[in-house]
């Protein structure tokens, strides 16, 4: 049997006429929010200069279907090591002045 809040949850979106998708989306943003809000204050006290590059990355890492957000950490992975062997090699190339 189905409790007295969830009846009342669904009766709420029924009568906002909201999907299940549209409840999705809404706790996906409220714990970006959240979770924003965490990162830049963190981010603030230890003096990071510009904190919204952490905020990108939480936001795109925080995907609501963990498929993405495994292929999106993959990605950016692989973006890393590129650009480091990328840096790398104009390291020995150029040398270091």
């Not at 409220?30 to 830049?40: H, M």
């Not at 890492?61 to 062997?85: S, Y």
Request: aromatic share 8%; with cysteine.
């Amino acid at each position: 049997m189905a409790r007295k809040s969830s009846k009342k949850a669904e009766a709420l979106m029924k009568r906002l006429g909201l999907s299940f998708d549209h409840i999705l989306a809404l706790r996906f943003a409220v714990n970006v929010a959240i979770a924003t809000w965490i990162v830049w204050t963190t981010l603030r006290l230890i003096q990071d200069t510009n904190p919204i590059w952490a905020i990108a990355s939480m936001v795109a890492a925080a995907d609501p279907q963990p498929g993405e957000a495994r292929k999106m950490f993959r990605a950016r992975l692989i973006n890393v090591l590129v650009g480091c062997a990328v840096g790398l090699v104009f390291l020995l190339i150029g040398g270091a002045k």
